[in-house]
């Protein structure tokens, strides 16, 4: 069993910067896939970007490619999603998912979720 705690998220304003945490539990971490997605209101879960078990291989959504960086420590059992130059169309309640397969996309392929952290842009 992993237990995904998420942290990070805030009001902020278009152009700022954002850093999610995601704490996990168990001694297992290093085997997990990582993955952060997000649901805006009315809308579908969407991936947003994934890390592989040892970070040497990253994913990311087209729509935040270039602004957003997935890294993970594993010596902390905790991935991050650094968020930078955030758009309106960012605002959605991001979660942290954990899952034994590499580059998963998704939701329903997932094993453990966090509960989510509400990030909401101001334009």
């Known amino acids: 069993q992993v237990q995904l705690v998420e942290s990070g998220g805030g009001l902020v304003q278009a152009g700022d910067s954002l850093r999610l945490s995601c704490a996990t539990s168990?001694?297992?971490?290093?085997?997990?896939?990582m993955a952060w997605f997000r649901q805006a209101p009315g809308l579908e879960r969407e991936f947003v970007a994934g890390i592989s078990w040892n970070g040497g291989s990253t994913y990311y959504a087209d729509s935040v490619k270039g602004r957003f960086t997935i890294s993970r420590d594993n010596s902390e059992n905790t991935v991050y999603l650094q968020m930078n130059s955030l758009k309106a169309e960012d605002t959605a309640v991001y979660f942290c998912?954990?899952?034994?397969?590499?580059?998963?996309?998704?939701?329903?392929?997932?094993?453990?979720w966090g509960q989510g952290t509400q990030v909401t842009v101001s334009s």
């Open positions: 168990g001694r297992t971490f290093s085997s997990y896939y």
């Open positions: 998912a954990a899952d034994r397969t590499l580059g998963h996309l998704t939701p329903a392929e997932y094993d453990y």
